[in-house]
């Protein structure tokens, strides 16, 4: 088994997506998000790209079953139900819901590797589910961090070392890294002892700090807080 990790979000070609299993990850804060919804009882997320594309399937649904969360500039895009801060989502409001979500980053990675044949949900917390379920599928693996529009993105890198860290500590055969799987898994050994220093020296840490919304910042930089694993396909994510 291999393990690659794309540290910008450029999207794959179908030769790189083919037998493999696909990681996406944004910590700040869609799979954060997405991970925290299911664990409080949504139904499903189907991520799409844009506000009009939200809007447009809300509208196809039987009244009542889907609620709508994303952001824009991390803010809370006018007439939708939830933004893109986990403490939102509580089980009162989402329990058996669908869910349409659009955000900057994270809900694009989804799209970008859609035809891969198995696409995780990644964040810190169910970072060790994450791994033991990646292991199970026996496949190689790519890690897509979903970037900061378009960039590099420190916080999501480090969780997909902490991935990397899991997964060949686990493995009962040796694990074979590229050079940027053993590169994101070094970053990850800097931080092990404090994620939350990664988040906050983050661009976009620092950003949703200083609009008022560090409580986000901590709570996703809590690690194993669920063993749920959510899956991607056919548009739609799952509880796997």
């Not at 009542?64 to 824009?72: A, F, I, Y």
């Not at 819901?97 to 859609?114: E, H, Q």
Request: glycine share 10%; charged share 20%; with cysteine.
């Amino acid at each position: 088994m291999y393990i690659d990790i794309q540290f910008v979000p450029l999207p794959p070609s179908p030769e790189i997506l083919s037998n493999k299993t696909l990681v996406v990850i944004d910590v700040l804060r869609a799979t954060s998000v997405i991970v925290h919804a299911l664990s409080r009882g949504a139904a499903e997320v189907v991520p799409v790209t844009t506000v009009e594309e939200a809007t447009r399937l809300f509208k196809t649904f039987p009244p009542g079953s889907t609620l709508l969360g994303g952001e824009r500039g991390s803010r809370k895009i006018q007439g939708f139900d939830f933004g893109n801060s986990p403490k939102e989502y509580v089980a009162e409001r989402v329990k058996g819901k669908r869910l349409i979500l659009t955000t900057t980053n994270g809900t694009k990675a989804f799209r970008s590797v859609a035809a891969a044949e198995g696409v995780l949900v990644g964040s810190f917390l169910n970072g060790t589910a994450t791994a033991e379920r990646s292991l199970q599928l026996g496949r190689d693996i790519l890690i897509f961090p979903s970037g900061d529009e378009g960039s590099f993105s420190l916080e999501d890198v480090v969780c997909g070392g902490m991935l990397i860290d899991l997964i060949s500590k686990k493995s009962h055969d040796p694990i074979g890294l590229t050079d940027a799987s053993w590169s994101a898994r070094f970053l990850y050994q800097r931080f092990e002892g404090n994620l939350l220093e990664a988040l906050r020296l983050s661009t976009h840490g620092k950003a949703l700090d200083a609009l008022g919304l560090g409580e986000d910042v901590l709570y996703c930089a809590r690690t194993d807080v669920t063993n749920l694993v959510p899956a991607f396909r056919d548009g739609v994510i799952r509880v796997s």
